[in-house]
């Protein structure tokens, strides 16, 4: 299992203000890389499957009626530490890092923590899926977004990437 790219104790309040993030976009395995890679279609029509992590990654589209694999799932659903992986093709995307993150008081969300996969920039690449969020809190506030989110595939044969995962424990939910 990976370790956590980024883990942070805080022993009282913390908050992540309107505006502001914490984030690991794009810090998990790269293009074709990972447990849960989307293929590559290496064939003339050079289409990518997207990443999978949380559940399987989208099909790629080989223009020609036929599919390229999505990857697989696989991480902890109680204890998510794993990266998120690549999305298939030459360049496609990049996975979702890890974040860990430990508040002994309120955990106040009015922007963002996110370990999202990244999309392609090229035609017909797989997107990369979301990471690793593992979040343990006093208590939990706030209308910001937590997420781990999935890169789109890039027109037009890409496969989207897979979320990634979220545990979340806490002692009081605001």
């Given at each position: 299992a990976s370790q956590p790219g980024l883990g942070l104790v805080i022993q009282q309040d913390a908050t992540v203000a309107l505006g502001g993030a914490i984030q690991a976009d794009g810090r998990g395995y790269a293009a074709g890389q990972g447990p849960g890679a989307g293929w590559t279609d290496a064939s003339a029509w050079y289409a990518g499957g997207g990443a999978g992590h949380g559940g399987v990654g989208g099909l790629g589209d080989r223009g020609n009626g036929g599919t390229v694999g999505g990857?697989?799932?696989?991480?902890?659903?109680?204890?998510?530490?794993?990266?998120?992986?690549?999305?298939?093709?030459?360049?496609?995307?990049?996975g979702g890092g890890v974040i860990r993150l430990t508040v002994g008081g309120t955990l106040t969300v009015e922007g963002q923590i996110r370990a999202n996969g990244v999309s392609p920039g090229s035609d017909s690449n797989g997107g990369g899926?979301?990471?690793?969020?593992?979040?343990?809190?006093?208590?939990?506030?706030?209308?910001?977004?937590?997420?781990?989110?999935?890169g789109n595939g890039s027109?037009?044969?890409?496969?989207?990437?897979a979320g990634g995962r979220i545990a979340v424990y806490h002692t009081n939910n605001l």
């Amino acid at each position: 299992a990976s370790q956590p790219g980024l883990g942070l104790v805080i022993q009282q309040d913390a908050t992540v203000a309107l505006g502001g993030a914490i984030q690991a976009d794009g810090r998990g395995y790269a293009a074709g890389q990972g447990p849960g890679a989307g293929w590559t279609d290496a064939s003339a029509w050079y289409a990518g499957g997207g990443a999978g992590h949380g559940g399987v990654g989208g099909l790629g589209d080989r223009g020609n009626g036929g599919t390229v694999g999505g990857g697989g799932a696989y991480g902890s659903v109680l204890a998510p530490t794993t990266k998120g992986s690549g999305g298939g093709c030459w360049s496609g995307s990049a996975g979702g890092g890890v974040i860990r993150l430990t508040v002994g008081g309120t955990l106040t969300v009015e922007g963002q923590i996110r370990a999202n996969g990244v999309s392609p920039g090229s035609d017909s690449n797989g997107g990369g899926s979301g990471g690793s969020l593992w979040l343990t809190v006093g208590t939990l506030s706030g209308t910001g977004v937590i997420s781990v989110d999935g890169g789109n595939g890039s027109s037009p044969y890409g496969g989207g990437g897979a979320g990634g995962r979220i545990a979340v424990y806490h002692t009081n939910n605001l």
